[in-house]
């Protein structure tokens, strides 16, 4: 069982940046791919950003390649999104998701545990 606790999130304009954190309990943290997704009123979940389990691969949605960069510290049992240049489009509320199956997937339904997400507003 891994619990999942994201941070970082709030409001900012245009332009900004916001790193997002997502804390892991348990001592097995490295032995999960992780994930960051985010919904936005009215939209299905979407994927953002994936890693793998030591953090070698990583995998972008093609909306946030560059601005954003995935990264894990496994020895912190944490997971960062750092968003950069942000959009209005980018507001959503924000999920860390962690996977039991080894890999990197871009897929809601191949994550087994996820955090409660945390609020990004991108104002012009």
């Known amino acids: 069982q891994v619990q999942l606790v994201e941070s970082g999130g709030g409001s900012v304009q245009a332009g900004g940046s916001l ?14 791919p992780m994930g ?8 299905k979940r979407e ?3 994936g890693l ?10 093609d909306s946030v390649k560059a601005p954003f960069t ?3 510290d496994n020895a912190k049992n944490t ?3 750092e ?4 959009k209005p489009e980018d507001t959503a509320v924000y999920y860390c998701a962690a996977a039991y199956t080894i890999g990197v997937f871009t897929t809601a339904i191949r994550y087994d545990y996820w955090g409660q997400g ?7």
């Open 52 to 61: 793998s389990r030591c953090g070698g691969r990583t995998y972008y949605a």
């Open 118 to 124: 945390t609020q990004v507003t991108v104002s012009s």
């Open 47 to 49: 994927f953002v950003a």
């Open 19 to 32: 790193r997002l954190s997502c804390a892991a309990s348990g001592r097995t943290f490295s032995s999960y």
């Open 36 to 43: 960051w997704f985010r919904q936005a009123p009215g939209n």
């Open 83 to 86: 968003m950069n240049s942000l």
């Open 79 to 81: 997971v960062y999104l």
């Open 70 to 72: 995935v990264s894990r």
